[in-house]
T-cell receptor
Framework: GAVVSQHPSWVICKSGTSVKIECRSL??????MFWYRQFPKQSLMLMAT?????????EQGVEKDKFLINHASLTLSTLTVTSAHPEDSSFYIC????????????FGDGTRLSIL | GEDVEQSLFLSVREGDSSVINCTYT??????LYWYKQEPGAGLQLLTY?????DMKQDQRLTVLLNKKDKHLSLRIADTQTGDSAIYFC???????????FGTGTQLKVEL
């Protein structure tokens, strides 16, 4: 159980393009979803926390107009990288959690974004 | 410091035990986690421990927690080549929703 699907797994696009990444909880309701960014050989950096039906909470230094997060349902959150540039190239990973009891975060398989 | 610290690299022979260590920062963290990341993939939850426990065992995995020293370890018994990956510890600082991850330990299992 507790499967999180992330799509697409790899995106290559031109500078200036907006890219949408989807994160779905397949077999549970995710009251909270998280978006992380990971640079090569580094740890995960939390970008934002989103709760279903409300605005995302962004970490310090993360531009909310650049990284648009929508958590429209209990099973889907999307991250849109707007007008992406080469410096946005990274590995983006989502996680989902059911906020009852002491449920851990379950992670998707990540999306590798390469901006040319 | 602020960082959750781990050794960068560990190499073991197949069949031996591996011990991955983590020093965390926040004594009010209520849960501590171990995640595994294989190349190009997301994170797989391996196990987690409640902060009032000293030890948790789950098949080949043993987690030890020393709350006084804020030290967490993961022991993998009978390490296999499929265990080669990066291992991250994480804490939920302040007992909240958000996780703070360690720097990651790359485990290499040699034949």
């Amino acid at each position: 159980g507790a499967v999180v699907s992330q799509h697409p797994s790899w995106v290559i696009c031109k500078s200036g393009t907006s890219v949408k990444i989807e994160c779905r909880s397949l077999d549970f309701q995710a009251t909270t979803m998280f978006w992380y960014r990971q640079f090569p050989k580094q740890s995960l950096m939390l970008m934002a926390t989103s709760n279903e039906g409300s605005k995302a909470t962004y970490e310090q230094g993360v531009e909310k107009d650049k990284f648009l997060i929508n958590h429209a349902s209990l099973t889907l959150s999307t991250l849109t990288v707007t007008s992406a540039h080469p410096e946005d190239s990274s590995f983006y990973i989502c996680s989902a959690r059911y906020d009852r009891g002491n449920q851990p975060q379950h992670f998707g398989d990540g999306t590798r974004l390469s901006i040319l | 410091g602020e960082d959750v610290e781990q050794s960068l690299f560990l190499s073991v022979r197949e069949g031996d035990s591996s011990v991955i260590n983590c020093t965390y920062t926040d004594s009010s963290s209520t849960y501590l986690y171990w995640y595994k990341q294989e190349p190009g993939a997301g994170l797989q939850l391996l196990t987690y421990i409640f902060s009032n426990m000293d030890m948790k065992q789950d098949q080949r995995l043993t987690v030890l927690l020393n709350k006084k020293d804020k030290h967490l370890s993961l022991r993998i018994a009978d390490t296999q080549t499929g265990d080669s990956a990066i291992y991250f510890c994480a804490e939920n600082m302040g007992g909240g929703n958000k996780l703070t991850f360690g720097t990651g330990t790359q485990l290499k299992v040699e034949l």
